[in-house]
């Protein structure tokens, strides 16, 4: 059989697609160049927000009517899969990947593990959350917090290495809740002890961190942040500057715990970049509150934001919640946002001018700097390092 996989939503599940890829293909099945090419048609779903699971949707029924065989997987079928046969008559909805893999005749077991590029490779650490966060539909799509074995990862790094990769990238729901007994709870912050095991035992040469929680980044975190394998990125998972809308968040993290985060981390690492996701318009957020947020943001000196206006998702609380803030309020306040976000990436970039960085290059002639700076690296081979300088017309990414 020749297979498409098309994947929504975020990285984790473009691993778990290349995961599935890799056990198809051990089971003597051909990826497809595109879906046109395809005898089966995989989505694999994202319901992190409304219009997320509306994409997933809408990409299921636009396999259907293009007479394409297809199957369904992912976080919206996990959700909701009473809801997905119902919709999806027409296809086959599997709310377990090994099922899936069970009916073309593969198995996870012993599949190779999937290498995207010889530049950089997502290893997954951890998956699920115990967090109650009132707008994440994510708990339960992902089920319950769960670690992978310190020796499990360091053995995927060492595969990854030793074919040439030069970077890998840990990723998770709740990546910074490693080895936490639960992530409600995170009296016993673990993540440090990972690194330091991937540092000691791997010879990678970057180690680069997905999304982290900065309730869960503790003086030892910072400690091995200062080691120069370890990339000076830091994406931080805020939502909002405000106190009163992160408690009725319940985010488990306040302001004071992010200005804690920038100021440790540009101790130990001064050219760090700091990136934050932010939710725009939660319900009952008020003028002042938004302004907080608006505070913090410029207090910390973000080098990127990703900003979302707040998307009611049904089965969590928010979307229950009194003071739903108009649509009109909430794209008004993301773009203020965004706006404010390009102001400071072009004052981050500013700072890094004229200083030495070591780029990763890509297939296209561009690559990326420890700190997440795009550059242009041309005539440099996939997987090389270039020695470059940070210039303004160097740089090919400014968003």
Not at 48 to 65: F, I, L, N, P, Y
Not at 116 to 144: E, K, M, N, Y
Request: charged residues 25%.
């Amino acid at each position: 059989m020749k297979f498409y996989i098309r994947t929504l939503g975020c990285k984790l599940n473009q691993l778990d697609s290349a995961r599935l890829a890799g056990a198809l293909a051990q089971a003597g099945h051909e990826a497809a160049g595109s879906e046109a090419e395809a005898d089966w048609v995989l989505v694999n779903t994202c319901t992190v927000t409304a219009e997320s699971d509306r994409k997933s949707r809408q990409a299921a029924h636009g396999v259907v009517r293009a007479d394409r065989r297809l199957a369904v997987l992912g976080c919206a079928v996990r959700a909701e899969p009473a809801r997905w046969r119902a919709q999806v008559s027409a296809g086959l909805v599997f709310a377990d990947p090994d099922a899936l893999l069970a009916h073309f005749g593969a198995d996870s077991e012993g599949a190779p593990y999937p290498l995207t590029s010889r530049t950089r490779l997502p290893v997954a650490i951890q998956t699920g959350c115990d967090d109650l966060c009132t707008f994440c539909i994510t708990r339960i799509a992902r089920g319950p917090h769960r670690s992978v074995p310190a020796e499990q990862v360091v053995r995927q790094v060492r595969e990854a290495q030793d074919k040439g990769v030069r970077e890998v990238v840990l990723t998770g729901v709740n990546l910074a809740a490693w080895g936490c007994d639960d992530t409600r709870r995170p009296v016993r912050r673990r993540l440090a002890e990972l690194l330091e095991g991937l540092l000691r035992e791997t010879a990678m040469p970057r180690i680069r961190l997905s999304s982290l929680g900065p309730q869960y980044l503790d003086d030892a975190f910072f400690a091995v942040l200062a080691d120069p394998r370890i990339c000076d990125h830091l994406h931080l998972s805020v939502q909002s500057g405000s106190p009163a809308v992160l408690r009725r968040m319940e985010r488990g993290h306040d302001a004071a715990a992010v200005l804690r985060v920038a100021q440790a981390a540009r101790r130990v690492r001064p050219d760090v970049a700091l990136a934050a996701d932010l939710i725009a318009g939660f319900p009952g957020e008020t003028e002042a509150e938004h302004g907080e947020t608006v505070g913090l943001v410029e207090a910390v000196g973000y080098a990127r934001l990703h900003v979302f206006p707040y998307s009611a998702r049904d089965g969590t609380a928010a979307a229950t919640f009194p003071g739903q803030v108009p649509p009109e309020v909430r794209k008004a306040r993301a773009r203020q946002l965004r706006a404010l976000g390009e102001q400071l990436r072009g004052a981050f970039l500013r700072t890094q001018y004229g200083k030495p960085a070591e780029v990763l290059a890509e297939r296209d002639g561009t690559g990326l700097t420890t700190n997440y700076i795009r550059l242009c690296v041309p005539g440099i081979a996939e997987g090389e390092v270039a020695r470059v300088t940070v210039t303004p017309g160097a740089v090919a990414d400014r968003r």
